[in-house]
């Protein structure tokens, strides 16, 4: 169940790390909230995936084990969670001891499921048993070097447009120069987006100005994909949309949501900056 709006949320706050287990420190918030302002919603999949780099635990001797976790959040989920009350509860684990790792693996599952309101995937991810990770950029056509005046800082859907003509492309086009802020402390995040789309060409020079934009404006990763995704399904009325996007990480946490008008896959490869 949600808590009311960010009140008593540890985000911007000075909070004790834990010592012990503790499943309340997470901390639901409504997406619904959020997705009242951009009603009436276009038909979406999609999921929230998040890269937890700071994992650990002590096996049934008091050794610690470390691990990496991804966690997949459907989109469908009646609730978010607040990414400082994750990294608090995944802290609140560092002093328990576990008889395997499965059970960490199914506690942190059932943790989220419930905080969540729906099924959280989790997979664990053994250090030391860690396979060469590649990094590299969104796959695309990177529109970040396109010559521009920017003139707004605020979320202007306006920018966007389509070319004239209506010619009907199936295209995916990046950028880099993502860039929200926290709602509650205004701390920056940084991220890199993709946008898949079959319709109206898009003008890439709108849609980048669109993209920065972005940039002083306030709201959650999820949020963001999600105002993206409504902008430019309203504007361009295209006949399929993805939106995704790929955060830097922040307190030991990536998050790197996506929408898409129906089942598709995505890449869950990690960009240079993450």
């Given at each position: 169940m949600s808590k009311s709006g960010l009140r008593g949320a540890p985000?911007?706050?000075d909070v004790a790390y834990p010592d012990h287990y503790?499943?309340?420190?997470?901390?639901?918030?409504?997406?619904?909230?959020?997705?009242?302002?951009?009603?009436?919603?276009?038909?979406?999949?999609?999921?929230?995936?998040?890269t937890a780099y700071e994992v650990s635990w002590l096996n049934s001797r008091g050794k610690p084990i470390v691990a990496m976790a991804q966690l997949?959040?459907?989109?469908?989920?009646?609730?978010?969670?607040?990414?400082?009350?994750?990294?608090?509860?995944?802290?609140?684990?560092?002093?328990?001891?576990?008889?395997?790792?499965?059970?960490?693996?199914?506690?942190?599952?059932?943790?989220?499921?419930?905080?969540?309101?729906?099924?959280?995937?989790?997979?664990?991810?053994?250090?030391d048993r860690q396979a060469p990770i590649t990094l590299s950029p969104m796959s695309g056509i990177n529109i970040d070097g396109l010559d521009i005046d920017v003139k707004h800082y605020r979320p202007a859907p306006n920018l966007l447009r389509?070319?004239?003509?209506?010619?009907?492309?199936?295209?995916?086009l990046t950028s880099d120069l993502l860039k929200s802020n926290c709602p509650v402390t205004g701390q920056p995040d940084w991220g890199s987006v993709q946008i898949r789309y079959r319709g109206p060409r898009i003008d890439r020079r709108s849609l980048l100005?669109?993209?920065?934009s972005l940039r002083t404006h306030r709201e959650f990763h999820e949020h963001c994909v999600e105002?993206?995704?409504?902008?430019?399904?309203?504007?361009?009325?295209?006949?399929?949309?993805?939106?995704y996007a790929r955060y830097t990480r922040r307190g030991g946490l990536d998050i790197n949501p996506w929408r898409a008008s129906s089942a598709t896959e995505v890449s869950q490869g990690r960009t240079p900056r993450q």
């Open positions: 985000l911007g706050h503790d499943p309340d420190l997470l901390f639901p918030i409504a997406r619904q909230t959020n997705r009242a302002t951009l009603a009436p919603l276009p038909t979406w999949t999609g999921a929230d995936i998040w997949l959040f459907p989109e469908s989920s009646p609730c978010l969670i607040e990414s400082k009350s994750l990294k608090l509860y995944l802290n609140s684990l560092t002093e328990t001891r576990f008889d395997e790792e499965e059970a960490v693996r199914a506690l942190i599952a059932r943790d989220l499921s419930l905080a969540a309101g729906a099924p959280v995937a989790i997979a664990l991810s053994r250090l389509c070319e004239p003509g209506g010619t009907m492309v199936d295209e995916t100005e669109y993209i920065v105002k993206m995704y409504c902008d430019l399904w309203r504007a361009c009325q295209p006949a399929w949309l993805l939106v």
